[in-house]
């Protein structure tokens, strides 16, 4: 009997020690200074526990009555610590119902006009629409006006990397152009190659799901969802113009297709650990990219098989992407106002395709998100703008409970630095690199309460309250020298 307990014990301790050894080696591939040294420790302290267990089994120690007492205590006390983080909690049913489960009240379709990227890209001093706008507005004109003055889209060129920042501009510029080429209307809304027109390839709603998910992860995509459009995620109007399609802003946008197919796809960790800095940028435009590639051949396959389809990317939105993604069962709305998936977190870009084609939707996910959101509060501790609020709890925006990110803020903070700033998206505790030890914290954190309160705490512990940016690979470097003279500085 008591070998039995023996070496029940030493397993524990053993695959404890593994687990400590895997974290170890993570931080180190993380780059990660401050958790490498305190995983370190971490894993010295669990080996010593192992040399000791050995060696007080050598003496024969847990044959004698205290031994026995400890050896039975300490079991007690791993099945208990094990049972406690292991447990799966009461599910969220307010996840479950996705994003219609946080509508308390009447929700108002948004107006893509009033969105700041519309406000700040599309509208020109010299325009009617510009007129017509902020008469409508008056409130927005001078803060757009100021936000203009600091230059492109992006704000003045050179403004937070310093002599480094040309080279990365450059290469996001060169990802830029690929959506744009890709916003043309026949790209965003095909017609049927020649050869297939009027011509409708018969599928179950089970194979077409299978097909147009296969498809999907094939041209790029990580994840893949479906849902049923709920109107009330489609914008009301248009707002952002590109090739000076004029005619089109102020159009009523028609709730034309019953579905959307919504993908994401990752965002390099090691770009992203680099954020407020220019290689950041670079990664976020890189995913636009990727997502106007994707989403226009998979509305163009659709075409292909007789049905209509709308490609939703970066210079073609007729849909909020973040709400769509969520009833597709892609994840859940966290604090910071980014789509938080299990697999990556917030650091993914979304995209999606609407169509008539019949499918199959997806269920909704409770990953824990909403709960783990309300302890750890990392993204708005660390946002050099104050845009995502601090309280515990969501408030109520337009008819819906969420923690409502503050867009113009900061909108002005990234023409600030000149970049598009993911701080919140590197520091988050979702973010981490996709190594055992991170997937295996996180499925217990989808589990229960109590991992999440200590995981958020060792998040602290480990990473810092208040994170800092990670090195860039040398094509992509940077240097810091401005920070300093910059208006609200990082301050992760
Ligand atoms: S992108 Fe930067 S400024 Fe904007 S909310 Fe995130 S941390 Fe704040
Ligand atoms: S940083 Fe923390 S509070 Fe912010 S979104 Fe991530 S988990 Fe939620």
Not at 279 to 299: C, H, R, V
Request: charged content about 25%; aromatic content about 10%.
């Amino acid at each position: 009997m008591v070998s039995i307990l023996i070496f029940i014990a030493a397993l524990a301790l053993m695959v404890q020690a593994f687990i400590g050894l895997t974290f170890f080696i993570s931080c180190i591939w993380e780059k990660e200074k401050r958790a490498t040294v305190f995983a370190g420790l971490q894993f010295l302290g669990m080996l010593a526990l192992v040399v000791v267990f050995f060696f007080l089994r050598e003496i024969h120690f847990f044959e004698t009555k205290l031994g026995l007492a400890l050896l039975i205590a300490g079991l007690i006390f791993g099945a208990l610590a094990a049972f406690l983080l292991i447990r799966k909690a009461t599910p969220n049913q307010r996840a479950l119902e996705a994003a219609r489960g946080l509508i308390v009240g009447k929700v108002k379709r948004h107006d893509e006009r009033e969105i700041v990227f519309a406000r700040n890209r599309s509208l020109r001093p010299d325009s009617e629409q510009y007129k017509l706008f902020y008469k409508e507005h008056p409130e927005y004109e001078e803060f757009d006006a100021k936000r203009r003055k600091m230059g492109g889209p992006l704000g003045h060129p050179g403004t937070i990397d310093g002599p480094h920042q040309g080279s990365n501009v450059a290469a996001t510029l060169a990802s830029v152009s690929i959506p744009l080429h890709l916003s043309a209307p026949d790209k965003v809304k095909p017609q049927a190659y020649p050869e297939l027109r009027g011509k409708k390839i018969s599928l179950s709603p089970e194979e077409a799901t299978e097909r147009v998910k296969g498809y999907a992860r094939n041209l790029g995509a990580d994840l893949v969802g479906i849902t049923e459009i709920n109107p009330l995620w489609v914008y009301s109007h248009r707002g952002e113009i590109f090739h000076e399609n004029w005619k089109d802003w102020g159009k009523e946008i028609k709730v034309e297709h019953k579905y959307g197919v919504v993908f994401a796809m990752e965002m390099s960790f090691e770009m992203v650990g680099t954020a407020p800095h220019t290689p950041t940028m670079i990664e976020s435009m890189n995913n636009y990219a990727k997502g106007a590639y994707i989403a226009t051949q998979l509305a163009s396959f659709i075409a292909n098989l007789g049905y209509s389809s709308t490609a939703n990317h970066l210079r073609n939105y007729e849909a909020l992407m973040v709400p769509l993604a969520v009833d597709a069962g892609l994840g859940e709305l966290g604090r910071l106002g980014y789509l938080i998936t299990q697999d990556f977190g917030p650091r993914v870009r979304l995209g999606s395709v609407t169509t008539d084609l019949p499918l199959l939707p997806d269920k909704p996910v409770d990953i824990g998100v909403e709960d783990f959101c309300r302890i750890c509060k990392k993204c708005a501790v660390c946002c050099p703008s104050n845009s995502i609020p601090l309280e515990k709890d969501q408030t109520v925006v337009n008819g819906m409970l969420r923690w409502k990110l503050n867009a113009e803020t900061c909108f002005e903070y990234w023409g600030n630095i000149g970049t598009d700033c993911n701080i919140c998206m590197r520091v988050c505790p979702w973010s981490h690199a996709r190594t055992f030890p991170h997937k295996l914290i996180l499925e217990l954190i989808t589990r229960n309460k109590i991992s999440r309160r200590l995981f958020s705490f060792m998040d602290d512990i480990f990473y810092g309250k208040r994170p800092k940016p990670r090195g860039a690979p040398k094509w992509a470097r940077f240097n810091t020298g401005n920070m300093d003279e910059i208006k609200n500085p990082a301050r992760c």
